[in-house]
């Protein structure tokens, strides 16, 4: 398991990660789609499959989780989210990198809320490769140069 950076949470929300996703990850339920999308973005970043499929919908969850050393994620962007009763939703843009390749994971996911605790069901996942160039915006986000910043990795 890859260790968390002790003061910023791995989901972009400028909080410290015990008091945002941490506290998913250490058992606390997640109040709202958006928080449990949250902390399974970290816990991909952390390497934390079994939280991942114990916050899959069982009638989608994968058998098992493989890790992927190859995959960097950078940034997590929430573009909508909400709920109506048991039913929620997040669409979000979560940039990686493999290798020296940038790409964008743009999906609307679906939650199910079953005895007071949010469920993953599932996603349109849609993947966009990025090539940025080396003067523009760095696509992790810093307000940095891309040459200044994740260019020099």
Not at 26 to 43: C, D, Q
Not at 60 to 85: F, I, Q
Request: overall charge positive; aromatic content about 10%.
């Amino acid at each position: 398991m890859k260790q968390p950076d002790r003061t910023a949470c791995p989901c972009g929300s400028d909080r410290p990660f015990a008091g945002c996703c941490g506290r998913y990850h250490a058992g606390a339920l997640a109040p709202t789609p958006e928080a449990l999308m949250r902390s399974r973005y970290s816990a991909f970043v952390l390497d934390l499959a079994d939280y991942l499929l114990a916050t899959w919908h069982p009638s989608s969850r994968p058998s098992s989780l493989e890790p992927d050393a190859a995959t960097t994620w950078k940034r997590l962007e929430v573009l909508e989210s909400g709920e109506e009763g048991e039913r929620g939703w997040v669409h979000f843009r979560a940039t990686f990198r493999e290798g020296r390749r940038w790409s964008v994971l743009e999906e609307s996911s679906r939650f199910v809320r079953e005895a007071g605790r949010w469920f993953y069901l599932d996603g349109n996942p849609d993947v966009h490769r990025l090539k940025p160039g080396r003067n523009t915006p760095c696509p992790c986000g810093s307000g940095r140069k891309f040459k200044a910043c994740c260019g020099q990795e």
